[in-house]
C-alpha cells in the first residue's frame, strides 16, 4: 500500500471530529461581600472567608460541580473517534485436514502475529451525541445552582447565628445585672421583714424571683455554649473557645423596603435549577426519541500482520481498511420505548415541579418580607415601650432622692427596665435576622438593587 492510500484512510477516520470550543465558565459570585458590608460588621465578614475556606459542604458542593464538568468532558468524548490497539500473538496448530476444494494442506505449526490501531467512529447523523452533550451541560447548570444555594444558606445560617450569639451574649450581660439587682431587693425584704415592715410572703416571692432569674441565666449559658459549637462547625474548627463577635451596641441593620417585585425570584437558584432541569429532561426525551433510527459507525485499522517476528515490518505485512457499519436494533423488547416514555412522563414532572417552585418562591418572598415588617414594626414597639419604662425609672429614681419613696422600690423599678431591655435586645436582633432570612429567599441577592442585578 502507497503512503498515499494511507493518509487518505486516515484522513477519513478524522474528517468527521466535531469541533467545539473550549467552555469558558463564569460562574456567578457566590460570596456577595458587599450585602453583608451592609451589615457594617468587620468580624463577620473574617469569618466568612473562614466558612468559605474550611466549610465540608460548600467543599462537597465544589467537588460536585467538578464531577458535573468532567460528566460534560466524558458525554463530549463519545463525539470524538475512539483508536485503540488490539494486537495478538498464537502459536498455530493445523491438522491435516484443512481443504481448499480438492486441494489438501498438511498438518503446520506457525506463528501468527497481528498488530493494528484500530479506529471507530460514530457519525452523529441525527445528532443524539450532540444533544447528550448539551443535557451534560444541563446538569452542570444544575449542579452550579446547587453549590450557589448551599453558599447562600450556609451564608445566612452563619450570619443568623452569629447575631443570636451577639444577643445572647448581650442578654447574658443583662441578666446578670438583673440579679445582682434582684439580690439587693431579696437583703433589703429580708431586713424589713426583721423589722417587721414586711411580710414573709414578700420575702419568698422576691427569692423566688431571684430563682427564676437564675435559672433563666443557666439557660442562656447553655443556649450560648450549644450556639457557639454550631458555629464552630460551620467554620470547620476544632476548638471549644468562643467565637469572636462585635459587640451588641455596634449591631447595625440594613433598610428593607415596603415592596418587593416578585420578579426576584428570577435570581433564586432553586427556580433557575428547575428551569435547567426542564431542559435537560426535555434534551433527553429527543435522545431517546433518536434511540429508534440507525447508527453508522465509521471503523478503520492499520497495523501489520506477520508469521514472523522477523518479517514483522517488513512491507508485504503492512495491513490497513476503513468501512462503514450501519447497525439498527430493529426489535429490544419494546426497551427502547420504554425508555422514551420514562423520559417523557419525567418531563412531564420537571414541568410540574417548575411550576410548584415559582408559586413556592413567591410565598417565601412574601413571607420574608411580612416577617420583616413585623419584627421592624415589633422593634419600633419595643424601643417606645423601653423609652417609656426609662423615663418611668427616672422619675422614681427621683422620688426617692426626694425621699417620696424608698430604696427598695427605686431598685424594684431598675428591674423592670432590665426586663425591658431584656425584649428590646431580643426585637433588635430578630428584626436583623429577619432581613437575612430576605436575603435568602430573594436569592441571595441585594432585594434593594434587584433591578440591576443579571445572572
Not at 424 to 440: F, G, Q
Amino acid at each position: 500500500m502507497t503512503l498515499k492510500k494511507i493518509l487518505t484512510i486516515l484522513i477519513l477516520l478524522t474528517m468527521a471530529i466535531p469541533c467545539y470550543a473550549k467552555e469558558s465558565i463564569n460562574k456567578f459570585d457566590y460570596i456577595n461581600i458587599d450585602w453583608w458590608k451592609n451589615y457594617n460588621d468587620e468580624i463577620l465578614i473574617d469569618h466568612f472567608q473562614t466558612l468559605y475556606n474550611n466549610n465540608h459542604d460548600l467543599k462537597i458542593a465544589a467537588l460536585k460541580t467538578k464531577q458535573a464538568e468532567e460528566n460534560i468532558r466524558l458525554a463530549g468524548a463519545n463525539q470524538l473517534p475512539q483508536v485503540g490497539f488490539d494486537g495478538t500473538f498464537s502459536r498455530v496448530f493445523r491438522g491435516p485436514r484443512t481443504e481448499f476444494g480438492n486441494t489438501v494442506i498438511p498438518k503446520y505449526i506457525q506463528n501468527e502475529i497481528f498488530l493494528p490501531l484500530n479506529a471507530s467512529y460514530e457519525i452523529d447523523i441525527w445528532g443524539q451525541n450532540y444533544l447528550h452533550r448539551k443535557s451534560a451541560k444541563k446538569e452542570k447548570e444544575i449542579v452550579d445552582q446547587q453549590e450557589r444555594a448551599t453558599y447562600i444558606y450556609l451564608t445566612s445560617t452563619f450570619a443568623a447565628n452569629y447575631f443570636n450569639l451577639i444577643k445572647l451574649d448581650e442578654l447574658q450581660k443583662n441578666i446578670k445585672d438583673i440579679i445582682n439587682v434582684q439580690k439587693d431587693i431579696v437583703v433589703m425584704t429580708e431586713k424589713k421583714y426583721n423589722a417587721g415592715l414586711a411580710s414573709i410572703n414578700e420575702v419568698l416571692e422576691e427569692k423566688q424571683n431571684l430563682v427564676n432569674f437564675e435559672k433563666e441565666q443557666n439557660t442562656l449559658n447553655e443556649r450560648k455554649k450549644v450556639l457557639n459549637n454550631e458555629i464552630v462547625v460551620l467554620l470547620g474548627l476544632n476548638t471549644d473557645k468562643e467565637i469572636a463577635h462585635s459587640d451588641f451596641s455596634t449591631v447595625t441593620c440594613p433598610v428593607t423596603p415596603d415592596t418587593i417585585s416578585t420578579t426576584v425570584i428570577k435570581y433564586r437558584p432553586d427556580l433557575l435549577s428547575s428551569e435547567s432541569y426542564v431542559k435537560k429532561v426535555g434534551l433527553d426525551v429527543r435522545v431517546a426519541r433518536r434511540e429508534f433510527l440507525p447508527k453508522f459507525i465509521l471503523f478503520g485499522n492499520i497495523g501489520f500482520n506477520a508469521y514472523n517476528w522477523n518479517r514483522i515490518f517488513a512491507g508485504e505485512t503492512f495491513l490497513a481498511n476503513a468501512g462503514i457499519a450501519p447497525t439498527w436494533d430493529i426489535f429490544t423488547g419494546g426497551a427502547k420505548l420504554a425508555r422514551y416514555r420514562i423520559n417523557k412522563y419525567e418531563y412531564k414532572k420537571a414541568i410540574e415541579g417548575y411550576e410548584k417552585t415559582v408559586l413556592t418562591s413567591i410565598q417565601e418572598v412574601n413571607d420574608a418580607l411580612i416577617e420583616s415588617k413585623t419584627t421592624k414594626a415589633n422593634l419600633a414597639k419595643a424601643d417606645e415601650e423601653f423609652s417609656l419604662e426609662k423615663e418611668k425609672h427616672e422619675l422614681s429614681e427621683k422620688q426617692f432622692n426626694i425621699g417620696d419613696s424608698s430604696k427598695l422600690d427605686e431598685m424594684k423599678s431598675q428591674v423592670n427596665l432590665y426586663l425591658i431591655k431584656q425584649r428590646n435586645i431580643a426585637a433588635k436582633i430578630d428584626n436583623v435576622i429577619s432581613t437575612i432570612s430576605l436575603y435568602n429567599a430573594v436569592g441571595g441577592i441585594d432585594y434593594t438593587k434587584a433591578e440591576d442585578i443579571t445572572l
